[in-house]
């Protein structure tokens, strides 16, 4: 008896899924303190398109929007883009130090239709909340390095 591979193959390929694919749908192109950006996507998740571009732009991305399929072959303003993908867009800028008058943008945050309209009130408040839990998080990292490191102490002074 002889088996076909192949078959094997195809179904191994369809069990593989879009996730992969998703990756060479989404194309983002940007150049240095440059204010477009080109961005292509074909039947791609709205979730890939925006990981895409926030590895590109290097910013921190919260996504808790609805991951619809995305079309787009655009150059626009990064601003007006993200705007034009999510609905309900909010962004945190700040000056980019690597171009000169220019701003760049450190986190966005694409929230679900029906939130709150996203305001500079709203943005503050999610930042706020965003740098309360970093400190929270470095509060106990540095709790438990200044524990180990008087653990170390006390046992080469013996007293341990």
């Known amino acids: 008896m002889r088996l076909s591979v192949a078959p ?5 390929m369809a069990l593989s899924g879009p996730a992969s694919a998703y990756a060479s749908d989404v194309s983002v192109t940007h150049e240095e303190c ?6 292509i996507a074909r039947d791609a998740p709205l979730s890939a398109v ?12 919260h996504f808790s929007g609805t991951d619809t399929s995305v079309n787009i072959d655009a150059t626009q303003r990064v601003e007006d883009l993200l705007a034009r ?10 000056r980019n130090p690597h171009c000169e008058a220019k701003q760049r943008i450190v986190t966005v945050w694409i929230l679900p239709r029906g939130s709150p309209t996203v305001s500079p009130a709203l943005v503050t408040e999610l930042h706020n909340k965003e740098q309360a839990e970093l400190a929270k998080a470095n509060a106990k990292m540095t709790g438990k390095i200044l ?3 008087i653990m170390e102490e006390s046992s080469r002074d013996g007293t341990r």
């Open 8 to 12: 094997l193959f195809i179904v191994a």
């Open 34 to 39: 440059a204010s477009e950006v080109r961005v």
């Open 50 to 61: 925006l990981n895409r571009l926030a590895a590109v732009l290097d910013f921190e991305l």
């Open 85 to 94: 993908l999510g609905s309900n867009v909010a962004m945190l800028l700040e």
């Open 147 to 149: 524990g180990m490191h």
